[in-house]
């Protein structure tokens, strides 16, 4: 702090000498000489001739002491110079140890953040947007960027950016994991001499010249004068600034367009004033108070402030607001935007329901008698009953029980003749075995379930692992049931190009995952059903894609073989989601059959994928029980993966998509020093007498 201004606040009677306040400890009487200085604080030593910054100030504030000296015997009222008020203002602003005190503090704080967020994964992931449904908007812009710079190697652009999307997202943690490996060696090399480089910069500032400091030139549009105070302390701050509706706080801690008061003590009892409102009144009362604060390390005084209680404040100020800052530009970066067009889509709230009575009718469509049928039907009405306390299952038209399944959905009265008989649907790897079918009963639209005879009769068998599995399934029915009522108000959306082709292959997925973890509990190893039906739909899909691809004419010819991977695609996401909402219908780490479905998948590069798929059907409930359309309308993503893996590539093309059926799937990705291990299973062979509900759940064998 330069004497030339110290000079205003010396202690009477005593020479050049001020009270000297620091926080922690008593005031102090000291020379002026020896408040914060430091030597050779803007340049070493020079040699003999060379002129130094230090010198250069020196000779520069020879000037300036002489316009100090006249500011602190101006009469109050008396209006300055703009020009003249705002360079000395500037000056004293950026010569002080303050500015280079708080670039150091605000670096230390900011390098702090830095290498905490590039050394956590888990913070540094989720800055990238990775276990978000939607990456970072500067995530994707570089992916965007990369995707051209793959165009002259023929792989077009938009196939490019969703290929390397959907591996960003779905490798990303390993990724994270890897880049904080990399760098966490690199921070200490990084920072080293920061103390050198602020002290490079802040001299850069001084050197520059005052005209040439946007801050000269925005304060030399306000209203200057001189005004009486008392007993004012000097902050090392020197001057204060305050914007609309804020305390004082040191000048550079504001922004110059936004400043409407200036005040930099020049006397104990003179202050030097910049309004912008030249009617404002100006009150000094808090002005002591709201210094200390602003100061980084100290203040001066003529007298000790120890009554006051004003050293216990110092440094709060700057402290608060570089924490504030720092807070909010991490903040910022960890709250990356995202990219996304379905951001603005409404969450669908379930209904709320009160528990009421309800009927159904049993059915047995081909067999049994009165008896038979009574003694299902109090099995179900116990299950029905019990359920429909936590989930809504009024819309439950009846239950039909039918040794000949496919017959029982011909000829199930819909109640409508416009709607078409149902068929089972189920693919060739399985048999179909339990069926929701929608029918209209008095013009509103319910849920028949139809079910094959074994099931129901294994409600009572003697086999516990049979009566657990049949008894699962008939929960887990009932379970899809009720989350189409729960939702039933969920909106209609306008999808994308590629949305129209695909969405419909998993829009019956996050049914399945709900419901499936809602059954989970009464059949825990029924998870191995689940993964035994993914690895076969799997392989099974992998057949009929590859005989379609031998019958195309040509490259061009793909519409049938396109239909057959969409139906194929469709059913494996279903038996995913259906062992992933077992899954988390488990007790976290319960273990379970079948809970080596990632291991299984690793040969083909899904375990991955797996997972992924898992975080983005659980994002799609809220916590609150919503459904999230801005995750649901992006799921159709999955299908492109497995699409990728069985080598059919689609991409957007105007409105259109543009699809090649390959012999060439995707390989596996793999990371640097990441492998898969050796002794993984491999894919299991397809078992023709798996049976299947239709909606894609296991059945016992």
């Not at 416009?418 to 013009?443: F, N, Q, W």
């Amino acid at each position: 702090m330069p004497r030339l201004l110290q000079r205003g606040f010396l202690a009477e009677l005593d020479g050049e000498r001020t009270w000297l306040h620091r926080a922690g400890g008593p005031a102090r009487l000291v020379g002026i000489k020896d408040v914060g200085t430091e030597d050779w604080f803007y340049s070493r030593k020079g040699a003999p001739g060379e002129l130094t910054l230090d010198d250069a100030i020196t000779a520069f504030e020879q000037d300036l002491g002489k316009d100090v000296a006249i500011l602190r015997t101006t009469p109050p009222g008396t209006q300055i110079e703009p020009g003249l008020a705002a360079r000395i203002t500037v000056h004293l602003v950026m010569r002080t140890a303050h500015l280079r005190q708080t670039i150091e503090h605000g670096i230390d704080g900011i390098t702090d953040e830095i290498q905490s967020l590039f050394t956590d994964p888990t913070r540094l992931g989720a800055m990238m947007g990775i276990d978000s449904p939607m990456l970072a908007s500067a995530v994707m812009d570089a992916i965007r960027s990369t995707a051209q710079d793959l165009v002259p190697a023929g792989f077009p652009a938009p196939l490019s950016e969703r290929l390397l999307s959907f591996f960003m997202r779905e490798r990303g943690g390993e990724l994270a994991a890897q880049t904080v490996a990399t760098l966490t060696p690199m921070f200490p090399t990084l920072f080293k001499d920061l103390a050198s480089r602020v002290r490079d910069s802040h001299n850069a500032i001084v050197a520059k010249p005052l005209d040439d400091h946007g801050w000269v030139k925005a304060l030399t549009g306000l209203h200057w004068t001189i005004e009486a105070g008392v007993d004012l302390i000097l902050p090392d701050a020197v001057a204060l600034a305050r914007e609309a509706g804020q305390p004082l706080a040191p000048l550079l801690f504001t922004t110059a367009a936004d400043a409407e008061l200036i005040l930099l003590p020049v006397a104990h009892d003179r202050v030097l004033v910049g309004r912008r409102d030249t009617a404002a009144d100006i009150d000094l009362k808090t002005y002591n108070a709201q210094a200390a604060a602003s100061c980084q390390g100290f203040f001066i005084a003529p007298r000790e402030f120890d009554g006051e209680g004003l050293s216990a404040t110092i440094g709060t100020g700057p402290a608060q607001a570089l924490a504030a800052s720092i807070a909010e530009a991490v903040h910022d970066a960890e709250a990356a935007r995202r990219d996304h067009d379905g951001a603005d889509l409404p969450r669908a709230q379930p209904r709320t329901f009160a528990l009421a009575g309800f009927s159904y009718r049993v059915t047995l469509h081909d067999f049994g008698d009165d008896m038979l049928a009574q003694e299902y039907g109090a099995i179900l009405q116990s299950v029905v009953g019990t359920l429909s306390r936590d989930i809504p299952l009024h819309d439950l038209d009846g239950v039909t029980i039918a040794a000949d399944y496919g017959d029982a959905l011909a000829k199930l009265d819909r109640g409508d003749p416009d709607l078409p008989p149902v068929t089972s649907g189920a693919l060739g790897y399985g048999i179909g075995v339990a069926k929701p079918v929608t029918v209209i009963r008095e013009g509103k639209p319910k849920s028949h379930l139809v079910l094959a005879a074994g099931i129901a009769a294994a409600w009572s068998s003697d086999d516990a692992d049979l009566r657990a599995s049949s008894l699962h399934l008939l929960i887990k029915m009932l379970a899809g049931i009720a989350h189409g009522t729960r939702y039933a108000d969920v909106p209609a959306f306008t999808p994308d190009a590629m949305g129209r082709e695909l969405h419909l292959a998993v829009a019956h997925a996050p049914n399945g995952y709900w419901s499936a973890k809602q059954a989970a509990f009464v059949d825990p190893d029924q998870g191995e059903s689940y993964a035994d039906l993914v690895i076969t739909s799997l392989d099974f899909a992998r057949r009929e894609i590859g005989a379609a691809r031998a019958k195309m004419a040509d490259d061009s010819d793909v519409g049938e073989a396109s239909l057959i991977a969409l139906e194929c695609i469709s059913a494996v996401l279903n038996h995913a989601a259906d062992w992933l909402g077992h899954r988390d219908g488990l007790a976290p780490d319960q273990p379970f059959a079948g809970d080596n479905l990632s291991a299984r998948l690793a040969p083909s590069g899904l375990d991955h994928w797996l997972a992924l798929f898992g975080r983005d059907l659980a994002a799609s409930y809220g916590e609150d029980g919503a459904i999230d359309l801005a995750v649901v309308t992006t799921l159709s993503r999955h299908v492109e993966r497995l699409f990728w893996s069985l080598g059919i590539y689609c991409w957007p093309e105007d409105d259109d998509v543009r699809c090649v059926v390959s012999d060439r799937p995707l390989a596996p990705l793999l990371l640097p020093g990441i492998d898969i291990p050796a002794d993984v299973p491999t894919l299991a062979p397809a078992d023709p007498n798996s049976q299947l509900p239709d909606e894609g759940e296991s059945a016992p064998q």
